[in-house]
């Protein structure tokens, strides 16, 4: 079935944006300098309150609205791959259907259901072990 391509909201294109922006080696180079130039006119502005206030306001409200942005950007990244998870359980025969939609429910059932699953990886790795030994 073809999926129906609907662009994201402005918010969501922004936030994108943003968020690969924010990653580059660039945007960290950039905000080095915005540093470095923030405490050679130390002096100049002769440590002035004000001069300090500058920084700490800028860096705060660039923190603050990056949160929310960065938020954004997980929140649809991680809907997309547990989309993308459930597809790949329910096309997999020996999968366990069940477990489409886990991360809706309460964490100690998710912490429940994890040790079940490392207990089947065990087992089946001594039994992957003991079939190679004979």
Known sequence: MPLEKTPPSRFGRFA???SMLA???ATFVAACA???IWAVTGPIFHWSDTWQLVINT???IVTFLMVFVIQNAQN???MAIQV???E???ATREARDHLVGIEDLDD???ERLKREIEKTAERSARGAEAGAAA
């Open 108 to 110: 100690t059932v998710v």
């Open 84 to 86: 993308k998870l459930d």
């Open 88 to 90: 790949l359980i329910c």
């Open 16 to 18: 994108s944006k943003a």
């Open 58 to 60: 800028g860096t705060t």
């Open 76 to 78: 649809r990244d991680g």
């Open 34 to 36: 915005v540093i470095v």
């Open 23 to 25: 990653g580059r080696p």
